[in-house]
């Protein structure tokens, strides 16, 4: 069946430190996977978007990194700070524009 | 640029009862979705339009739930009768459109609606 799974447990890491999610997926080939940031009662916010023939995309202190052999992307945040603390959620494409996504990592980042 | 709105933000129902959630997506976003999401878990996709027709609705539960987008603008998505399991957040989220490659194929998320089924 298909799945796309994200790191089940909370995430506690120290201020200035690299935070590294994971986001796996199962019989699915995506032509792109997208993160997402979501805040206590708001809806998710795009923030990075990477395509199947690319290994790596960075935005300023995010990274993403895509392995359509490991079926696996890898999210990293640089010199993490507080105001990083939230839920950040992996989705893909099936086809026809629609998502599916994990069930989100929650980040704590303390001072 | 607007964003997309939501309403009402939060509903406290009976089961049995029906409730409906509006919502505005962003000007000239031809594609919009509406999503289910439970607490602890990701959104879920529930139906997914393109302009007024519908492209996906596989996981709609038909028997209850219910949405149109009149003029392919705003849409409501309504629910009749609500169970306690229907108790989550609902939101609605629009792109530029299907078709569209790069960053268009992002999706903006409204706040959400509330819901809690008692």
């Known amino acids: 069946s298909q799945k796309i799974e994200q790191n089940s447990e909370a995430l506690n890491i120290q201020e200035g430190k690299t935070a590294t999610l994971t986001c796996n997926y199962t019989n699915y080939s995506p032509a792109y996977l997208q993160w997402y940031r979501q805040d206590p009662g708001r809806g998710p916010v795009f923030l990075l978007l990477?395509?199947?023939?690319?290994k790596e995309k960075r935005k300023e202190r995010l990274k993403v990194t895509f392995d359509t052999t490991l079926k696996q992307s890898l999210f990293h945040i640089t010199a993490s700070q507080p105001a990083d603390s939230a839920t950040y959620l992996c989705?893909?494409?099936?086809?026809?524009?629609?998502?599916?996504f994990g069930q989100g990592t929650e980040l704590s980042v303390k001072p | 640029e607007a964003g997309v709105a939501q309403s009402p933000r939060y509903k406290i129902i009976e089961k049995r009862q029906s409730v409906a959630f509006w919502c505005n997506p962003i000007s000239g976003h031809a594609t919009l979705y509406w999503y289910q999401q439970i607490l602890g878990q990701g959104p879920k996709l529930l139906i997914q339009?393109?302009?007024?027709?519908?492209?996906?609705d596989s996981q709609l539960p038909k028997d209850r739930f219910s949405a149109e987008r009149l003029k392919g603008v705003d849409s409501t998505l309504k629910i009749q009768p609500a169970k306690l399991e229907d108790s989550a957040v609902y939101l609605c989220?629009?792109?530029?459109?299907?078709?569209?490659?790069?960053?268009?194929?992002?999706?903006?998320f409204g706040p959400g609606t509330r819901l809690l089924v008692l």
């Open positions: 990477i395509r199947e023939n690319e």
């Open positions: 989705a893909l494409d099936p086809g026809g524009g629609k998502l599916i």
């Open positions: 339009f393109q302009n007024n027709g519908v492209v996906d």
């Open positions: 989220a629009s792109s530029l459109g299907v078709g569209w490659r790069g960053d268009q194929e992002t999706q903006y």
